[in-house]
T-cell receptor, first 115, second 113 residues
Framework: DAGITQSPRHKVTETGTPVTLRCHQT?????MYWYRQDPGHGLRLIHY???????DKGEVSDGYSVSRSKTEDFLLTLESATSSQTSVYFC??????????????FGEGSWLTVV | GQQLNQSPQSMFIQEGEDVSMNCTSS?????WLWYKQDPGEGPVLLIA?????ELTSNGRLTAQFGITRKDSFLNISASIPSDVGIYFC?????????????FGQGTTLQVKP
């Protein structure tokens, strides 16, 4: 458990509205990630961060942006939500990067429904 | 994008039975990870494998890193009701790619008391 808190945990929003999901961690992990989970697809990486203000795209980054102004917070923004972005979003963190012993810890998830 | 093929997709078993699930890929991975996700929760790491041929146990769970580095399996012995959940395999191709885990589609396990 890496002390990861996601908010909101559940949200229903309308198509075309902006949505921001917040991830807060208390373990001072350098690396943070946003995944989405959909039936039949497992977990897919949206964006990740390797430090304050340092971010990069993942596998399914279209329609999403991220920001990391502090070590402990990683924000995921849907600028204009679409129904295809209805999903469960998981934040994750890891202390290290690039070593075989890295362990990635997941938050509890944010359920987003776009209607 | 690259995917891992995880099977079976779902299992419904009797308490006490053993369970086996596996993941295969067309690509080589340097690390294999197995996660369990309880309903309404995030995935939790069960076992991590770092070398081809490695066999690692965690209680009633045993996982192996395939010799070809393209597959891995997870066994659960003497299943109990709290084993219910979704089990995910994940592969990592090498150093410098941490976080860019490739996940399988998941195996949903149900255990009948």
């Amino acid at each position: 458990d890496a002390g990861i808190t996601q908010s909101p945990r559940h949200k229903v929003t309308e198509t075309g509205t902006p949505v921001t999901l917040r991830c807060h961690q208390t373990e001072n992990h350098r690396y943070m990630y946003w995944y989405r989970q959909d039936p039949g697809h497992g977990l897919r990486l949206i964006h990740y961060s390797y430090g304050v203000k340092d971010t990069d795209k993942g596998e399914v980054s279209d329609g999403y942006s991220v920001s990391r102004s502090k070590t402990e917070d990683f924000l995921l923004t849907l600028e204009s939500a679409t129904s295809s972005q209805t999903s469960v979003y998981f934040c994750a963190t890891s202390l290290t990067y690039g070593t075989p012993q890295d362990t990635i810890y997941f938050g509890e998830g944010s359920w987003l429904t776009v209607v | 994008g690259q995917q891992l093929n995880q099977s079976p997709q779902s299992m419904f078993i009797q308490e006490g039975e053993d369970v086996s699930m596996n993941c295969t890929s067309s690509s080589i991975f340097n690390t294999w990870l197995w996660y369990k996700q309880d309903p309404g929760e995030g995935p939790v790491l069960l076992i991590a494998l770092y070398k081809a041929g490695e066999l690692t146990s965690n209680g009633r769970l045993t996982a192996q890193f395939g010799i070809t580095r393209k597959d891995s399996f997870l066994n659960i012995s003497a299943s109990i009701p709290s084993d219910v959940g979704i089990y995910f395999c994940a592969g990592q191709r090498g150093s410098g790619n941490t976080g860019k885990l490739i996940f399988g589609q998941g195996t949903t396990l149900q255990v009948k008391p």
